[in-house]
């Protein structure tokens, strides 16, 4: 005998197995027990969702040998051959390759004859968006006044091309998308009735990726059960979906919340190596997200009543991201999957997508209180520059300057760049340098061979030692220190000029925190 796949085994029979309809069977429900029966309806929904398994449950509704019934038997003649497509009296049109005026025409034929076996004729077109104007013009008539035991059931996915002449003939429902957990739930009844072991986490990815279709849910554990050799486990359906394992989300998004580039870069090209999709991780960067923004907004909710096993993890970002950080990366990754497809290369451009959240970083109130009473501090109480007081200091003025030469040269770039600029100078004796930097995923043996090979095309033939630890004087923070001073001097400036002090007096002027940029000369 020959397998019946899930997504027609578990087909609906009756109005009580639909699944996430409810209020499309409550509605043909009463209709059918007051028997107020309209004579055409059309049934709206993305793929999937039981527009053709409505039509045919309400056909057996009608038809039923028992009467007419919200409960057909589902064992009689007409159930029988109405389940499988047999039924003399229910006719299933594909306008999707039937949509000519003759097809149609055809059709309508049938509708001057009575029932030859059951008690109505029923009329099924699908996708009947597909149809020609002409086609649709021809049915028209037949539309608005069909005999009495002719009823009309349209089908589409996009009820927008249908002609409102014809919408306004029909009674429509739409059938809504089904919710994760809905799928999910009913995706444990099947497996728990075909015997196949499957754990929660699997379920929910095949739910997400049905995107709101059982039957493409159904298919896709079809699949999955042949994949995983009869077994459902998360790691076997993320590797069948082409998943992001949400441990490189959690990796990425921490990484932003610390601004730290390396990071991001490096993951970035660790998924690239595992070849999984950029579209996927955005997607999958975008739910947790979704999920962090609402932990902030309900920082008091209980995380305790979650099945989702990542639901402290998630926790724990949401209160390391500020919100307003949180609310610009979900907007960055759900315009940044549309950036994808425009890029030569699908990895670059995800690269630039999750650094624009770093470019684009926002001021915060702390940070602009600093800023605004700097600004408003006389010039001769501008701090000095934040260097630090360690007994090595001029140990940290030769490894600026060494640095600055390597990168003047154009020696040193990307990661071993960044390895520079953060690592600190602890050490020097004869042939060797001793180096300090504190992020673990800097100090790779290929970095180290290219700061070497920088530091010998300038004349420092000398073995670099790098361990990992915590850094108070380094390039970037000098630097950094250095354009802070530069900047706290430059607003004072401006704030102490006379012109400034005029506008200020007289005209109630502000210097808004943030507008002014030091230029490079």
């Given at each position: 005998m020959s397998y019946l796949v899930l997504a027609r085994k578990y087909r609906p029979k009756t109005f009580t197995q639909l699944v996430g309809q409810s209020h499309v069977v409550q509605a043909l429900t009463n209709a059918l027990r007051s028997q107020r029966l309209h004579h055409a309806y059309l049934f709206t929904g993305t793929r999937g969702?039981?527009?053709?398994?409505?039509?045919?449950?309400?056909?057996?509704?009608?038809?039923?040998?028992?009467?007419?019934?919200?409960?057909?038997?589902?064992?009689?003649?007409?159930?029988?051959?109405?389940?499988?497509?047999?039924?003399?009296?229910?006719?299933?049109?594909?306008?999707?390759?039937?949509?000519?005026?003759?097809?149609?025409?055809?059709?309508?034929?049938?509708?001057?004859?009575?029932?030859?076996?059951?008690?109505?004729?029923?009329?099924?077109?699908?996708?009947?968006?597909m149809l020609s104007n002409t086609a649709f013009n021809a049915m028209l008539k037949t539309l608005e006044e069909p005999p009495e035991y002719l009823k009309f059931v349209l089908a589409t996915t996009d009820p927008h091309k249908v002609p409102v002449t014809v919408l306004s003939r029909c009674l429509q429902f739409n059938l809504r998308p089904m919710a994760p957990e809905t799928i999910v739930e009913h995706l444990t009844q099947v497996l728990a009735d075909e015997q196949v072991p499957a754990d929660v986490q699997s379920l929910r990815l095949l739910a997400r990726a049905a995107r709101g279709s059982m039957r493409d849910a159904l298919s896709l554990t079809d699949q999955a059960i042949a994949f995983g050799n009869g077994a459902l486990a998360q790691a076997v359906v993320r590797d069948m979906l082409g998943s992001v394992d949400r441990s490189h989300v959690f990796t990425l998004i921490e990484a932003l919340a610390q601004g730290d580039g390396a990071v991001v870069i490096q993951t970035c090209e660790a998924l690239r190596m595992l070849g999984l999709s950029a579209s996927s991780l955005l997607e999958e960067m975008a739910m947790v997200l979704q999920r962090m923004a609402v932990h902030q907004a309900t920082s008091h909710a209980s995380t305790n009543d979650d099945p989702d096993p990542d639901v402290q993890r998630i926790a724990e970002l949401a209160q390391r991201m500020p919100a307003d950080e949180t609310q610009l990366l979900y907007s960055i990754c759900l315009h940044g999957r549309a950036d994808l497809g425009l890029a030569p290369d699908e990895y670059a451009a995800l690269t630039m997508v999750l650094l624009r959240l770093l470019a684009f970083k926002p001021v915060h109130p702390e940070a602009e209180k600093k800023t605004l009473k700097t600004a408003t501090e006389p010039a001769l109480d501008v701090p000095k520059p934040l260097l630090p007081s360690a007994p090595n200091a001029s140990l940290g003025d030769t490894w600026l300057s060494v640095v600055q030469d390597m990168a003047k040269a154009q020696l040193i770039q990307a990661m071993t760049r960044e390895l520079a600029m953060q690592s600190q100078l602890m050490a020097q004796a004869e042939g060797v340098w001793q180096l300090q930097v504190e992020s673990e995923t800097l100090n790779s043996a290929s970095n180290r061979e290219r700061l070497q090979l920088a530091l010998q095309s300038i004349g420092h033939a000398v073995n670099v030692q790098i361990t990992v630890g915590p850094v108070d004087d380094s390039p970037a923070r000098r630097i950094t220190a250095l354009q802070q001073q530069r900047m706290a001097q430059a607003e004072a400036d401006i704030l102490n000029h006379p012109s400034v002090q005029h506008l200020i007096q007289n005209y109630d002027a502000k210097i808004i925190p943030g507008t002014l940029r030091l230029l490079d000369h």
């Open positions: 969702v039981g527009k053709t398994t409505v039509s045919r449950i309400l056909a057996k509704s009608l038809n039923c040998e028992t009467g007419i019934t919200d409960e057909p038997c589902g064992v009689c003649s007409a159930c029988v051959d109405i389940d499988s497509g047999r039924f003399v009296d229910y006719t299933e049109l594909d306008a999707a390759s039937n949509r000519g005026v003759d097809e149609v025409q055809q059709l309508l034929e049938q509708a001057a004859y009575k029932p030859v076996q059951g008690r109505f004729k029923v009329f099924m077109i699908d996708e009947v968006h």
